[in-house]
């Protein structure tokens, strides 16, 4: 879809959404996607309005608004968008089969969901996941100037190939999706503020007429969890009537999660928190590197199980190598803290004392 600023000068440009074989198939081209895409980035632009060349599901008349006021209420600098579908507004049907869905990347959070997903419904129920849909170019290393970064695409193609075998074991059909999504974040920032949510409901809402409901796990933070682009005020807000979307495990913190998943065979075979920001030598799933990686790593310390999660080669954290992460946010921060208890509770006081120095300096440099 072609897209243009009307109150900011930045380029014109294109978002697309791509997919192959049977998925491909099973994506219909309506805007209802695209319009929740770009809400964010025009309030990011302070554009004035949000018109949509084509028409938007009666749901959504409520609901970007609604997205719109949430923001508002955390970023009160930015400014209401008029939503002007073309077309008008008019009623989505959902599918005559019910057809729950997961987004899955093969991180904690994804797995967590399908794993309680399959411990509290049968195969056979209406609730229980059927499909799960992962994304190439959420990662703002996963594309450049020219387009997908070959080095990338390679790795997604492992991956897929590792979600396809547990999709084999668990009775779901895995949809690969391609986009250029994240290249139109103007930063990082606007990214875990407001467009992260929103990029990957807006793939979900392309299913329409195949997909009944699609479940969006949370992060991890726990009930009470800061403003961000994927909080569980502003999930509920993206659905449609044809998708209608839900926040599933809200209370649940990342630990608790880890532990679910590492209690799973598959979980422990096939877990993948890393976004390999350093692609890792043949054969590895994790790099055993990056603030994603060590972080769970010392949550599965803490547990009792990383030497048995086969997901990673490492069977240890050197404390030294706390203080090579980056560490960028508060969030990123909370979830290291939430490492402690559990670190005390194995016995290892070297890595929480590693772990509460990591977080004076971050504290540190913050101020």
């Known amino acids: 879809m072609n897209f243009c600023y009307e109150d900011s000068d930045r380029p014109s440009g294109t978002l697309y959404f791509e997919a192959c074989d049977g998925t491909a198939e099973r994506m219909r081209p309506r805007v209802d996607g695209f319009a929740i895409a770009f809400l964010p980035l025009a309030m990011w632009h302070r554009e004035r309005r949000l018109r949509v060349e084509g028409t938007l599901c009666t749901r959504l008349a409520s609901g970007l608004p609604a997205i719109n006021d949430v923001f508002l209420s955390w970023y009160p600098h930015y400014t209401r968008i008029a939503v002007e579908p073309v077309g008008g507004f008019a009623v989505t049907w959902p599918p005559a089969e ?51 970064v070959p080095e990338r695409l390679a790795a997604f193609d492992k991956r897929i190939g590792r979600l396809a075998e547990l999709a084999a074991k668990e009775s779901f059909t895995l949809h690969a999706v391609y986009t250029n999504i994240r290249s139109l974040a103007p930063s990082y920032r606007y990214w875990t503020r407001m467009g992260f949510g929103a990029a990957h409901i ?50 649940m913190k990342r630990v ?112």
Not at 119 to 146: A, K, M, Q, V, W
Not at 202 to 209: E, I, M, P, R, T
Request: proline share 7%; hydrophobic share 40%.
């Open 256 to 367: 608790e999660k880890t532990e679910v998943v590492s209690a799973w065979e598959y979980g422990r075979r096939y877990m993948q928190p890393c976004h390999w920001i350093h692609i890792p030598e043949s054969g590895r799933i994790n790099c055993g590197r990056c603030e994603k990686c060590i972080r769970t790593m010392l949550t599965l310390i803490g547990l009792g199980r990383l030497k048995e999660v086969s997901a990673f080669d490492e069977d240890d954290v050197p404390p030294g190598l706390l203080f090579q992460i980056s560490l960028t946010n508060r969030v990123k921060a909370d979830l290291l803290q939430e490492t402690i208890p559990g670190l005390l509770f194995a016995g290892r006081r070297d890595l929480a004392r590693a772990v509460r120095a990591r977080l004076a300096l971050f504290r540190l440099f913050r101020r």
């Open 202 to 251: 807006s793939v979900a809402q392309l299913f329409q007429g195949y997909m009944d409901t699609v479940l969006y796990a949370s992060d991890g933070d726990g009930a009470n969890p800061p403003p961000g682009a994927w909080h569980p005020l502003i999930v509920p807000h993206f659905s449609t009537d044809a998708v209608p979307v839900q926040a599933t495990e809200v209370a």
């Open 98 to 148: 019910r057809r729950t869905a997961s987004m899955l990347s093969g991180g904690i959070d994804g797995l967590a969901a399908l794993r309680l997903n399959r411990l509290h419904y049968p195969l056979d129920h209406p609730e229980s996941i059927r499909d799960c849909i992962t994304l190439f170019g959420i990662n703002n290393f996963d594309l450049d100037s020219r387009g997908p």
